[in-house]
């Protein structure tokens, strides 16, 4: 039997993809996976809920600006990396797949000290700050979109693989009547899909408290608001929210005739992959760095979606743009049709199928 190590973290983004690709390997059998993960937050839960094994390790950190946090951070990092290569040295897998996040960083290190092949994945437009120390050491580095080879330097041009963005399997066979049970929808209720990302997204959650009254002049709204918020407005007869979508997600997905959301990677190549039309609300300004509204962009000039960045994300504006769309189901349609050729790929078989050939090689 040969053993694959996966390693990521700290938000769904960077865990249900590795899942995804983690879930066509164990189809093929003879495989034991395990996952290296930060020793706090939902990494552990989300992977153990796989039916994946888990190690949890020490994390810190990156950040491109300077903070007090940084030097005990830095410990943690070198804690990592320790504890990750004792790990590796124990469990012996013949190969790593990093699916990034600043938790993969001292696994992907300590693989390489120890000879052990790597390999990356960047779900973003351009690379994180974990991406680009880790393809240093990677064998081979995946790519959600073709653009972003641009940002790779030279020497990494032979390593780079489009494969876009994995994405479970459970999306490519969703349901929407499916969803619509689960909510408990009618056939011609029209749905309106709120997402706030894995943790939720405050700004978005005020959007919907104050614009609420005309969104659900023509929707039923399902809101997905995040574990661990605090959530005070009174249900109406037309708005139902929820902390967190697990196994029902993509059933809820493909129920929606308009998502609103954030563009993370995740959640852009799950509505992709069921063909959904999306209103995009990045996250932007000092506290990142820029990487989703790079993202939103993309999708925008593909035509799967429209953006509202920075002021023009008001309450004034969501109205309007909602209620436009709502009122044009052909330009839906041409939306919808737009995002399912971005998601037509299964980003996770073809990763997995790579990660197979060099197991192959190695034995």
Known sequence: MVHIAFTGGGTGGHIYPGLAVASYLQKQGNCRIFWLGSDKGMDKALV????IEFFGIPSGKLRRYLSAQNVSDAFKVGAGFFAARKILKREKPCLLFSKGGFVSVPPCLAAASLGISVFTHESDFSPGLATKINLRVARKIFIAYQESAAFFGSAYKNKIILSGNPVRPEFRSADPIKGRNFLGLKEWDRMLLVL??????QQINELVKKTLPELTKRYTVIHQVGPNTPWSLKTAE????????????????????LVL??????????????????????LSGSGTRGDQVENAR??????????LTGDAASPENLVKTITALAEDEDRRNRMAEASARIGIEDGARLIAETLMTEILIQF
């Open 48 to 51: 153990e809920s796989a039916g």
């Open 298 to 307: 993309f999708f925008e000039t593909a035509g799967a979606a429209v953006t």
């Open 238 to 257: 037309k708005y139902r929210s929820y902390p967190f979508f697990k196994d029902e997600m993509p059933h809820v997905l493909a129920a929606a005739e």
């Open 196 to 201: 706030g990302a894995s943790q939720g997204a």
């Open 261 to 282: 959301g954030r563009s993370g990677a995740g959640t852009l190549w799950e509505c992709a992959t069921v063909g959904r039309p999306m209103v995009l609300i990045p």
